[in-house]
């Protein structure tokens, strides 16, 4: 198996820019925060079941949530929660096991600060390409009771 892809492309950006409408610094750290996720839960999601993300946040970043984990409001597959921590929760499908991935906070805050503009910067260059661990936390979930989507 080849490495799954976990960094933005110049082709992903325009992807982005078609969906959103415009590059802006929080949509990009939904993208990468999306990418990051999905990149270590593909190491146990052997058999590519359906994703399902579970997301809390703000601003522009779920519209790059949506087009990075292809888990959509549309198709059913992404629920919005409601808190002040920002984090998406990413899992196959019918499985107990997820990874949650929490932007550090420096990076947050930084992000939010840059008021969209982030292209051709360097917090720009390390939300596109940048290590994944210097820009999230990445918790593995074994039990994924407490987010099901239909309680019991
Ligand atoms: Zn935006």
Redesign the pocket.
Known sequence: MTAPTTTLSDSDLETIERF????????LLGARMARVAGGRLITWNEDQSRLFAFFRGY??AV?GVQIMSGCTWGNGNLVLLRGREFSLVLTAEGSPRAIKAVPLPDILSDVCAAR?RILNTALGDLILRGPGEELFTLEEITDLGELSRFPA
């Open positions: 959103h409408g415009h590059i802006c610094s929080m949509v601003g522009c519209d969209g």
